[in-house]
């Protein structure tokens, strides 16, 4: 027994000598250093990694103009595997052991809740990357979310898509739901639910498919098409919107708005994958290359992107998440400079009362650290005649048509004459 | 009580002090959440092993128990929200009683259909779960974990103090049941259940009381889980990572023994929590897939039984 425990121990003893030949060495203590965990495995993976290239490019873009009141910026991020079981541990060691300076989310809405209070515990500022009202039960005053969503993102999320159907004439009267079985898409649907009631439109179809597991979107689309709904809004993932805008050409739906919560629309490869299909959809969207969207910097930012993400083998356009992830370490970044100070309450306090700008437009935030107000773009897919990556770069094909200030095109309507 | 059984329980008892005494000396948090993880894996693969390893029914459903315990504990939280303490018992008890069901199955299923059904039992859960929207559903539910707590400077250190002692605990239960009577009657059902059964031994009774303990402390695992992670989603709560380490762990550790899961908890546990620090997360797949391929293929017995060969053929004896 002894000799076995003896082996446990030189074994044990083994790995602590890995671990520490691979901890990063004390780090230049001029740096400052931004922690992170970021879902690069995993279903969240390719996101992640999009996301953490962003990114880099703010490293490198505020590295050669000198750094952060005079210190370079050093990234120190570990993968979380898309795993929320992994995340406390990933930022108890950026905290406790690399000593990180400032710590930022990974991405999506559970990878940010479980740091959250490790953040409240230090009393850090701390900048959400997509998360869903993650700071609704912590009501924590230093969490800043830059996804635009809004006050209230489960209500926010769809309001665009019913006013532009409230707007039509003649007026439409019924509305069919369909979501995918899980967090994202459930809440979508249920926003929509309630402003169905809320504007008025009856609801004719109500249901839920098995998430993840269903391939073949047919039938259901055959049960929604039996209703004859004059709106379909649908809450998706990827490769359930795929599976439903080609089963909704197969059996000819068509509703007279279409879309809503889709997401993976606004990815460049399910694009490319579609082409034709998308036309006349009308899909939540967060940025677009239409003329009313060119915010400063975001042009310079996405040609670095589209310069080294086919390298990388990620969304080549990198239209979606990308700028976003840019614009949460350019604001943190910004507010640095402009308190001059590295003073968590400080910093804390200017992100809190001002508005900011960053590549991503100007962004003021409100109620739990989420934008004042929402800026979902509705967009509709217009005009895309090929399956050509060049098609989905050039402005006209995805048109804002919600809200008006930002509103780049008309919305053609009903869905079939857009087709 | 035996002289060995007074020793084991006296070594249980300075580890569960030992474990208090370091709360009180060391700072570093990252220690605490890393230790907590590889405990949990420690308590998951001993439970597993009650099960798999005595007995030889293989459980693919560990997540399904350890998820129970977890949503057990949810539902209480958003109830009344009790200690923590009355949590690991309600988790214990809703997951022992589900593995008391999972024994019945042993009337009607062996080998591989055994495994097949606890693996659609933790998948039926998980839609259950998926669908019940009090303790969140598929959107998954924040836990706000308690901001204090007596004796400990951080909910953190306490975490990982009540893992320690549920994992001293865990392999204490599996110790006992090992060098008792029960223990050589789960050993006679694994090796040949027909021949046990005609030698007198109550099978039913030792599946039933193997299904119920290893439930149970798989459940009494998944009771901190929420405040350990804050947020509880049923995708995260029901991984397979529990169900394929908790089985690897033995097995690479050794089955027949209660040190062979704790031996290989510790060290296949230790090294994925230093892999995913260190070494990209393919690489952390990498270690437990290529260790449990190697196990399997070269030392079946796993480390300890490794070791009681090579002791045997130093000492000059066959292995």
Known sequence: MGRIIRHVILGFALLLAVSIAFTPSAQAAKEVKIGFSMALTGPLGPAGKAALL?????????????????????????????????????????????????????????????????????????????????????????????????????????????????????????????????????????????????????????????????????????????????????????????????????????????????????????????????????????????????????????????????????????????????????????????????????????????????????????????????????????????????????????????????????????????? | MSKERKLFLIVAAVLIVGAFLITTQMENRFYYKAAYVVLQYVVLATAWNILGGYTGYVNFGTAGFFAMGAYTAVALIKTWKPPLYLLLVMGGLVSGLLGLGIGYLTLRLKGVFFSIATLALAVVLQMLISNWSYVGGGAGTAILKPRSVPLFSNYDEFLFFVMASIAVVSVAVAWLIEKSWIGRGMAAIRDNEEAAECMGVPILKLKLFATTVSGALMGIAGAPFSYFVVYIEPTSAFHLDYAVNSLAMPMIGGTTTWMGPLVGAVLVGTAQQIATVTLSSEMNLLIVGSLLVGFVVFAPDGLVGLFGKIRSRLAGREA
């Open chain 1, 54 to 419: 962003a990114m880099q490019i703010w490293r490198d873009d505020v590295n050669a103009k000198g750094g952060l009141l005079g210190r370079k910026v050093k990234l120190v991020y570990y993968d979380d595997q898309t795993k929320p079981a992994n995340v406390p541990g990933i930022y108890a060691k950026l905290l406790d052991v690399d000593k990180v300076d400032f710590i930022v989310s990974g991405y999506g809405t559970n990878l940010i809740v479980p740091a959250l209070p490790i953040a409240m515990e230090r009393g850090m500022v701390f900048m959400g990357l997509f998360g869903l009202d993650a700071n609704a039960k912590f009501k924590y005053n230093n969490y800043f979310q830059i996804m635009p969503a809004g006050p209230d993102p489960i209500v926010d999320w769809s309001v665009g898509f019913f006013e532009l159907a409230a707007k039509q004439k003649p007026r439409p009267k019924t509305i069919a739901l369909l979501s995918a079985d899980a967090e994202f898409a459930r809440n979508a649907v249920a926003g929509a639910r309630r402003n169905a009631k809320k504007y008025g439109f009856k609801i004719v179809y109500d249901k839920r498919y098995p998430f993840p597991g269903t391939s073949d979107f047919t039938p259901i689309l055959r049960a929604v098409k039996a209703t004859n709904p004059d709106l379909f809004y649908v809450g998706s993932y990827p490769g359930g919107s795929v599976g439903i805008v080609k089963a909704a050409h197969e059996i000819k739906l068509e509703p007279k708005l279409f879309g809503g919560g889709m997401v993976g629309l606004q990815y460049t490869a399910i694009q490319m994958n579609l082409g034709k299909l998308l036309n006349g959809i009308t899909d939540y969207w967060f940025w677009a290359p239409e003329k009313t969207l060119k915010f400063p910097g975001i042009e310079a930012f996405l040609a670095k992107y589209q310069k080294e993400a086919p390298k990388q083998k990620l969304d080549p356009l990198g239209y979606y998440l990308p700028p976003f992830a840019y614009a949460y370490v350019q604001l943190l970044g910004n507010a640095i400079e402009a308190t001059k100070s590295f003073d968590q309450a400080k910093i804390g306090a200017y992100i809190r009362n001002n508005t900011h700008s960053t590549v991503v437009g100007k962004v003021k935030f409100g109620k739990n650290g989420e934008w004042a107000t929402s800026r979902t773009f509705q967009v509709q897919l217009q005009n895309i005649t090929s399956n050509k990556m060049s098609e989905f770069s050039k402005a006209g094909k995805m048109v804002v048509v919600y809200p008006e200030e930002f509103k780049s095109g008309e919305l053609i309507y009903p869905y079939a004459k857009g087709k």
